[in-house]
T-cell receptor
Framework: ELKVEQNPLFLSMQEGKNYTIYCNYS?????LYWYRQDPGKSLESLFV?????AVKQEGRLMASLDTKARLSTLHITAAVHDLSATYFC????????????FGKGTSLLVTP | DTAVSQTPKYLVTQMGNDKSIKCEQN?????MYWYKQDSKKFLKIMFSYNNKELIINETVPNRFSPKSPDKAHLNLHINSLELGDSAVYFC???????????FGPGTRLTVT
């Protein structure tokens, strides 16, 4: 069974600081996704990582994928309050109709 | 235009009732999904479906059944609702090329 583990699950950080969220998964996969969810809202796609070594950046967020280590990171640079949300990583279960297996999510709170 | 839409947004019903949630996507995607998000925000795949194949998560009770009248629609029927069915249900769709999934706004189901 594919397991996806995120850490930390809760993160409180000050504005202007940097931090990294980690996502480990248990079986071979070349496709990993990061989503953002605001309270009471749907999931918004942030990054699609489709190969080993993939790195993508959008604003203050940067995601990377190391398929050999089965590890993805989501790096936050100079956090701002608007980044407060829950962040999920998800791995493609190619043997299940390409459904996604999600981590438990990281609840991020950015404080002044 | 809304890419993935769901109705209703909220659904409150009593135990033992039968209910349906509708989902439509206008993205031309081949594959659609139903996910359940519990009170701890954990997301789990229930079904994935394309015009050829239905894949069911084996942990989903057979009271839940997806029905697809056409490629753009995937509805979720739930029989004999139980208290534990209370959750937010998300519909999603994707194209196989990237696997990136687009989520609907969610349906918050409350069973009393």
């Amino acid at each position: 069974e594919l397991k996806v583990e995120q850490n930390p699950l809760f993160l409180s950080m000050q504005e202007g600081k940097n931090y990294t969220i980690y996502c480990n998964y248990s079986t071979t996969s070349d496709r990993l996704y990061w989503y953002r969810q605001d309270p009471g809202k749907s999931l918004e796609s942030l990054f699609v990582l489709l190969s080993n070594g993939a790195v993508k950046q959008e604003g203050r967020l940067m995601a990377s994928l190391d398929t050999k280590a089965r590890l993805s990171t989501l790096h936050i640079t100079a956090a701002v309050h608007d980044l407060s949300a829950t962040y999920f990583c998800a791995v493609d279960m190619s043997n299940s109709g390409y459904a996604l297996n999600f981590g438990k999510g990281t609840s991020l709170l950015v404080t002044p | 235009d809304t890419a993935v839409s769901q109705t209703p947004k909220y659904l409150v019903t009593q135990m033992g009732n039968d209910k349906s949630i509708k989902c439509e996507q206008n993205l031309g995607h081949d594959t659609m999904y139903w996910y359940k998000q519990d009170s701890k925000k954990f997301l789990k795949i229930m079904f994935s479906y394309n015009n050829k194949e239905l894949i069911i998560n084996e942990t989903v009770p057979n009271r839940f059944s997806p029905k697809s009248p056409d490629k753009a629609h995937l509805n979720l029927h739930i029989n004999s609702l139980e208290l534990g069915d209370s959750a937010v249900y998300f519909c999603a769709s994707s194209q196989v090329l990237t696997g990136e999934q687009y989520f609907g706004p969610g349906t918050r189901l409350t069973v009393t």
